[in-house]
Nanobody, 123 residues
Framework: VQLQASGGGLVQAGGSLRLSCAAS????????MGWFRQAPGKEREFVAG????????DYADSVKGRFTISRDNAKNTVYLQMNSLKPEDTAVYYC?????????????????WGQGTLVTVSS
C-alpha cells in the first residue's frame, strides 16, 4: 500500500498550488483521506480531510476559504487545491488514509501516510 504525494513547490504569497495524493496497492474508496502539514520545529497539524461517506469535508480554521480538498475514487486520488497562499503555509504536506469513520482531524486515526511534499511560500 502506497500513498504518493506530489505537486509541492515554491510559490509567491497569493499564489496557488494543487497537491495530489495517488493511492496504490488497494482501493481507498471507503477510507477517509486527509492532508496534514509539518513546518520546521513544529508538530504535524491537520489541514483538510474528506470522508468516504457523502464526501463530507473538514478544514482547519487557518485554511478555510482558501484550500479545497476533493477526491476522485475512480483514480484513487485526493487533491488539495491551495489558493491565496501565505508564508505561514510553508511546510511539508503529508496525505494520509484512515479506515475509521468520523472526523478526519485526528492524526492517530490514519493508517497510511505518503512521503510528503514540500510547499514553500515566499513573501
Amino acid at each position: 500500500v502506497q500513498l504518493q504525494a506530489s505537486g509541492g513547490g515554491l510559490v509567491q504569497a497569493g499564489g496557488s498550488l494543487r497537491l495530489s495524493c495517488a493511492a496504490s496497492g488497494r482501493t481507498f474508496n471507503n477510507y477517509k483521506m486527509g492532508w496534514f502539514r509539518q513546518a520546521p520545529g513544529k508538530e504535524r497539524e491537520f489541514v483538510a480531510g474528506i470522508r468516504w461517506s457523502f464526501y463530507r469535508t473538514d478544514y482547519a480554521d487557518s485554511v478555510k476559504g482558501r484550500f479545497t480538498i476533493s477526491r476522485d475514487n475512480a483514480k484513487n486520488t485526493v487533491y488539495l487545491q491551495m489558493n491565496s497562499l501565505k508564508p505561514e503555509d510553508t511546510a511539508v504536506y503529508y496525505c494520509g488514509a484512515g479506515r475509521l469513520s468520523g472526523s478526519t482531524k485526528e492524526l492517530t486515526d490514519y493508517d497510511y501516510w505518503g512521503q510528503g511534499t514540500l510547499v514553500t511560500v515566499s513573501s
